[in-house]
């Protein structure tokens, strides 16, 4: 797994460099989360990308556009070649990842958590369906931040709803979101419990 971070670390320079856009340092620090995710832990295929059953990753932090294509390349989705591409005008590797690259963007989100949101009813949805893909969601720190800041008017709502199930895997280990958030709101849970 080295060996696919590494090259996703080099193929983020070398992005980056071609044009002088895009964010370097936080696609190099987040190069391992992605790695492992997309080749240890989600369920993909990249011959079939639309397949119904794969799990679901979530990028809330749509800047962080280099290390998610690189991972992409990485993991065969498309040719690395495509990356010389990226925040080219018209390309669809653009500098906010979006729905116009195709499947492989699940939601187009910006920060702030977006993307939770949009991963929770997903969850909720295939739960009350009975389908057992994952969702992951991909969070920044500023997210995490909001989130937190954010909990009391979350409270009410998740205490009333299966959320709180969905988030967290609780209801017959059907559906997990994995992500950092996933520790947080355990430790919150279990401090308002």
């Known amino acids: 797994m080295l060996a696919h971070a590494n090259s996703i670390r080099q193929n983020i320079v070398r992005m980056i460099a071609r044009n002088g856009q895009g964010y370097l340092q936080q696609g190099l620090g987040a190069a391992d989360l992605f790695t492992y995710l997309y080749f ?3 369920l993909i295929d990249p011959l079939n990308p ?7 990753i979530f990028l809330s932090t749509a800047h962080n556009s280099a290390v998610f294509h690189a991972t992409l390349a990485e993991r065969g989705f498309f040719e690395h070649s495509r990356l010389e591409t990226y925040t080219q005008d018209g390309s669809e590797l653009e500098i906010n990842v979006s729905e116009r690259l195709g499947p492989l963007v699940e939601a187009t989100c910006g920060s702030l958590g977006q993307a939770l949101s949009v991963a929770s009813g997903l969850a909720q ?7 057992a893909f994952r969702n992951y969601v991909i969070l920044g ?4 931040m909001i989130f ?6 979350w409270k009410e709502s998740w205490e009333r709803s299966t959320l709180r199930e969905c988030l967290l895997g609780v209801s017959v280990g059907v559906m997990k979101l994995r992500s950092l958030v996933e520790i947080i709101l355990h430790m919150i849970l279990q401090a308002s419990l």
């Open 40 to 42: 240890a832990e989600a």
């Open 50 to 56: 639309n397949w119904a059953e794969r799990d679901r």
């Open 125 to 131: 949805s295939a739960k009350r369906q009975k389908r």
């Open 141 to 144: 720190t500023v997210s995490c």
């Open 148 to 153: 937190l800041t954010s909990w009391v008017g």
